[in-house]
C-alpha cells in the first residue's frame, strides 16, 4: 500500500514537471517570435568609378576599319541621308569593338522640352518652354536658334548643301571631284566680303553621308616628328594676347611655357575657339557688342572680367587634348605618306572621325543648344566634350559628358545628347584650327625661343585645289530671305498655339 502511494506520487509529480516544462517552452518561443530581428546594415554597392577624362584610353593612330553596315556605296551621295535601319534593317551595332560605354546617369538626357506644332501644307515647328520658336522644318529648309540669340539655317538642293549661321555668314558646299571611291566637297566660305574655300571629304556610313575637312597640303615626316616629340629646352612664348578683349572676357590661362610643341599647338587650337565664340558672341548682341570696334570694347571687357563666362580648364583636361594633338598629327602624318595611292572606301562604308572610337575629345566650335537634366543649356566655343556613345539614336544622337565649360554655360560633368553632325563639325574646326597652328609654328620656329625645326617645306595632297564659289554671297543671301519669310508665315499661322501644350 505504502509502495502504491510512493508510485501515484512520483508519477503525478512526473506529469506536472512535464506539463510545466511544455507550458515553459511554448511561452519562450512565443515571445522569440514577437521580438524584431536586428537587422544587419545592408552591404552597400561598389559600382565601378567613373573614368575621367584624363583617365579616358587616349587615340590610337592606328585606322579603324568597320564592316557592319550592309551595302555598297553610290557614286552620288545620299545628301539628305537615311537611318541606320534603311541600310540594314536593324538598329546599327556597336562599330568600336567591345563593349560600347553605357550612358552615365541612366539612359541620357530627354527630349527638347517644349512642344511641336503641325504646319499647314506640310512641316513642323518646334516651340520652346516659353513659346518660342527653337526650329522649324518646312519647304526644304532647318532653321534652328541656339540660346544665344543665333540662327542656323541648313537645306540641299541640286547637289548643293547651303547652312548660313549669321547675317549672309555661311557656307555653299557642292561635290567637285572623286578619288579613289571618295568623294570631295569644295566648301566656300563666305563672311562679309571674304571668301575661303576648303576641301571636305565624305564619309558614307550607316546610310548617312557626313563631310570630314581635308588638308590641301601636307609637310614632309621629319617635321611631323618635330612638332609632336619634346623640345631641348622649355620654350617661354609671348602670344601677346593681353590687350584683346576675348582674353580678358575669359579669362584664358595659357601655359607658362611649353615643354613641346603639342602644348603650343593645344593654347592655339583653344585660343581660336575662344575668339570665335567671343566674335559669335557680340554678333548675337553678347558681351560688349555696343562697344565692338572701339577702345572701349577692350576697357569693358577688362572690367567684366571677373564677372565674364570663365574658362576653366584644369591640367588633366589641356592634357587630353594635348593628347588629341598629337594623335591627330600622327594621323596626318601616315595620311601623307598616302597621298596621292588609290585607297577605296570599305564597301559598307568608312566611320566618320565624329563616331570613331579613337576620337573621344571634341571641342566645342559654336553656340549649340543641348538638354542637361531635362532643361535646355547652351555650349558654346571652347567648351569640351567627351563622347561616350558610338551608336547614333534615332535622333542621330550620341551622348557626351561636358567635360569642360564656362561659368555660363552647361555644368561640367553633365550628360547631354548630341548630334553626329555637330560632333563632326567640332572634329573639323578642330583639325582646321589645328593645321593653322602648324602653318604658324612653320613660321615662328627658329624664332623667339622656339628651336628650329627640320624641314618645313609642304607638298600638295592627291586632291586638286579648288577655287571660292562667287556665287556663294547671294546663295546666303537668298537662304536668309527665305528662311525670314518662313518665320513669319510660321508665326502668324501659329499665334494661337505658340504657349500651348502639344498639338
Given at each position: 500500500?505504502?509502495?502504491?502511494?510512493?508510485?501515484?506520487?512520483?508519477?503525478?509529480?512526473?506529469?506536472?514537471?512535464?506539463?510545466?516544462?511544455?507550458?515553459?517552452?511554448?511561452?519562450?518561443?512565443?515571445?522569440?517570435?514577437?521580438?524584431?530581428?536586428?537587422?544587419?546594415?545592408?552591404?552597400?554597392?561598389?559600382?565601378?568609378?567613373?573614368?575621367?577624362?584624363?583617365?579616358?584610353?587616349?587615340?590610337?593612330?592606328?585606322?579603324?576599319?568597320?564592316?557592319?553596315?550592309?551595302?555598297?556605296?553610290?557614286?552620288?551621295?545620299?545628301?539628305?541621308?537615311?537611318?541606320?535601319?534603311?541600310?540594314?534593317?536593324?538598329?546599327?551595332?556597336?562599330?568600336?569593338?567591345?563593349?560600347?560605354?553605357?550612358?552615365?546617369?541612366?539612359?541620357?538626357?530627354?527630349?527638347?522640352?517644349?512642344?511641336?506644332?503641325?504646319?499647314?501644307?506640310?512641316?513642323?515647328?518646334?516651340?520652346?518652354?516659353?513659346?518660342?520658336?527653337?526650329?522649324?522644318?518646312?519647304?526644304?529648309?532647318?532653321?534652328?536658334?541656339?540660346?544665344?540669340?543665333?540662327?542656323?539655317?541648313?537645306?540641299?538642293?541640286?547637289?548643293?548643301?547651303?547652312?548660313?549661321?549669321?547675317?549672309?555668314?555661311?557656307?555653299?558646299?557642292?561635290v567637285y571631284v572623286t578619288r579613289g571611291g571618295h568623294s570631295?566637297?569644295?566648301?566656300?566660305?563666305?563672311?562679309?566680303?571674304?571668301?575661303?574655300?576648303?576641301?571636305?571629304?565624305?564619309?558614307?556610313?550607316?546610310?548617312?553621308?557626313?563631310?570630314?575637312?581635308?588638308?590641301?597640303?601636307?609637310?614632309?615626316?621629319?617635321?611631323?616628328?618635330?612638332?609632336?616629340?619634346?623640345?631641348?629646352?622649355?620654350?617661354?612664348?609671348?602670344?601677346?594676347?593681353?590687350?584683346?578683349?576675348?582674353?580678358?572676357?575669359?579669362?584664358?590661362?595659357?601655359?607658362?611655357?611649353?615643354?613641346?610643341?603639342?602644348?603650343?599647338?593645344?593654347?592655339?587650337?583653344?585660343?581660336?575657339?575662344?575668339?570665335?565664340?567671343?566674335?559669335?558672341?557680340?554678333?548675337?548682341?553678347?558681351?560688349?557688342?555696343?562697344?565692338?570696334?572701339?577702345?572701349?570694347?577692350?576697357?569693358?571687357?577688362?572690367?567684366?572680367?571677373?564677372?565674364?563666362?570663365?574658362?576653366?580648364?584644369?591640367?588633366?583636361?589641356?592634357?587630353?587634348?594635348?593628347?588629341?594633338?598629337?594623335?591627330?598629327?600622327?594621323?596626318?602624318?601616315?595620311?601623307?605618306?598616302?597621298?596621292?595611292?588609290?585607297?577605296?572606301?570599305?564597301?559598307?562604308?568608312?566611320?566618320?572621325?565624329?563616331?570613331?572610337?579613337?576620337?573621344?575629345?571634341?571641342?566645342?566650335?559654336?553656340?549649340?543648344?543641348?538638354?542637361?537634366?531635362?532643361?535646355?543649356?547652351?555650349?558654346?566655343?571652347?567648351?569640351?566634350?567627351?563622347?561616350?556613345?558610338?551608336?547614333?539614336?534615332?535622333?542621330?544622337?550620341?551622348?557626351?559628358?561636358?567635360?569642360?565649360?564656362?561659368?555660363?554655360?552647361?555644368?561640367?560633368?553633365k550628360q547631354v545628347a548630341v548630334k553626329v553632325d555637330d560632333?563632326?563639325?567640332?572634329?573639323?574646326?578642330?583639325?582646321?584650327?589645328?593645321?593653322?597652328?602648324?602653318?604658324?609654328?612653320?613660321?615662328?620656329?627658329?624664332?623667339?625661343?622656339?628651336?628650329?625645326?627640320?624641314?618645313?617645306?609642304?607638298?600638295?595632297?592627291?586632291?586638286?585645289?579648288?577655287?571660292?564659289?562667287?556665287?556663294?554671297?547671294?546663295?546666303?543671301?537668298?537662304?536668309?530671305?527665305?528662311?525670314?519669310?518662313?518665320?513669319?508665315?510660321?508665326?502668324?499661322?501659329?499665334?494661337?498655339?505658340?504657349?500651348?501644350?502639344?498639338?
Amino acid at each position: 500500500m505504502i509502495l502504491s502511494e510512493i508510485s501515484s506520487s512520483v508519477m503525478r509529480k512526473s506529469v506536472l514537471f512535464l506539463l510545466l516544462t511544455a507550458v515553459a517552452t511554448f511561452a519562450w518561443s512565443q515571445d522569440g517570435q514577437n521580438k524584431k530581428v536586428p537587422k544587419v546594415p545592408p552591404v552597400p554597392l561598389k559600382l565601378p568609378a567613373i573614368q575621367k577624362p584624363s583617365a579616358i584610353q587616349k587615340p590610337s593612330t592606328q585606322p579603324v576599319q568597320h564592316k557592319d553596315v550592309v551595302g555598297t556605296r553610290p557614286t552620288e551621295p545620299n545628301m539628305k541621308g537615311k537611318p541606320a535601319s534603311d541600310v540594314t534593317g536593324k538598329p546599327e551595332p556597336n562599330h568600336g569593338g567591345g563593349s560600347e560605354p553605357k550612358p552615365i546617369g541612366g539612359p541620357g538626357p530627354k527630349p527638347t522640352p517644349g512642344h511641336d506644332v503641325a504646319l499647314r501644307n506640310g512641316g513642323v515647328a518646334h516651340f520652346g518652354t516659353h513659346g518660342e520658336i527653337r526650329s522649324i522644318d518646312k519647304n526644304g529648309l532647318h532653321i534652328e536658334h541656339n540660346l544665344q540669340g543665333g540662327r542656323t539655317i541648313v537645306s540641299e538642293r541640286n547637289g548643293a548643301r547651303v547652312v548660313t549661321t549669321g547675317h549672309y555668314g555661311g557656307y555653299v558646299q557642292r561635290v567637285y571631284v572623286t578619288r579613289g571611291g571618295h568623294s570631295y566637297y569644295q566648301r566656300t566660305y563666305y563672311d562679309h566680303g571674304v571668301y575661303r574655300v576648303v576641301v571636305y571629304r565624305g564619309y558614307y556610313f550607316g546610310g548617312r553621308t557626313y563631310y570630314g575637312y581635308y588638308p590641301a597640303y601636307y609637310y614632309h615626316p621629319a617635321f611631323y616628328v618635330w612638332a609632336y616629340n619634346p623640345w631641348p629646352a622649355p620654350v617661354y612664348w609671348g602670344w601677346g594676347w593681353a590687350g584683346a578683349p576675348w582674353y580678358a572676357y575669359y579669362g584664358f590661362t595659357p601655359y607658362p611655357f611649353y615643354a613641346e610643341p603639342t602644348f603650343w599647338l593645344t593654347d592655339y587650337v583653344l585660343a581660336a575657339s575662344l575668339q570665335a565664340a567671343y566674335a559669335e558672341s557680340l554678333a548675337n548682341g553678347g558681351p560688349d557688342s555696343a562697344a565692338a570696334g572701339n577702345q572701349a570694347e577692350t576697357d569693358s571687357a577688362a572690367a567684366s572680367a571677373s564677372t565674364g563666362d570663365q574658362v576653366t580648364l584644369t591640367p588633366e583636361v589641356k592634357q587630353d587634348i594635348a593628347e588629341e594633338v598629337k594623335a591627330q598629327l600622327q594621323a596626318e602624318q601616315a595620311a601623307a605618306g598616302q597621298s596621292g595611292q588609290n585607297t577605296s572606301a570599305p564597301a559598307g562604308g568608312e566611320v566618320p572621325p565624329a563616331l570613331d572610337p579613337a576620337r573621344m575629345i571634341f571641342v566645342v566650335d559654336a553656340d549649340l543648344a543641348v538638354v542637361a537634366d531635362g532643361q535646355e543649356c547652351s555650349l558654346t566655343g571652347g567648351d569640351i566634350l567627351t563622347r561616350i556613345s558610338t551608336t547614333p539614336d534615332g535622333d542621330q544622337k550620341v551622348n557626351a559628358i561636358v567635360t569642360s565649360s564656362k561659368k555660363k554655360d552647361c555644368a561640367a560633368g553633365k550628360q547631354v545628347a548630341v548630334k553626329v553632325d555637330d560632333l563632326q563639325e567640332m572634329q573639323n574646326h578642330f583639325r582646321e584650327k589645328l593645321d593653322e597652328g602648324m602653318k604658324e609654328m612653320a613660321a615662328k620656329q627658329g624664332t623667339g625661343g622656339m628651336p628650329k625645326a627640320p624641314d618645313s617645306s609642304t607638298v600638295a595632297s592627291n586632291v586638286p585645289p579648288s577655287v571660292p564659289d562667287k556665287s556663294a554671297a547671294k546663295v546666303l543671301a537668298n537662304q536668309q530671305a527665305s528662311a525670314d519669310q518662313t518665320e513669319t508665315q510660321v508665326k502668324q499661322e501659329t499665334a494661337g498655339s505658340m504657349a500651348g501644350g502639344e498639338q
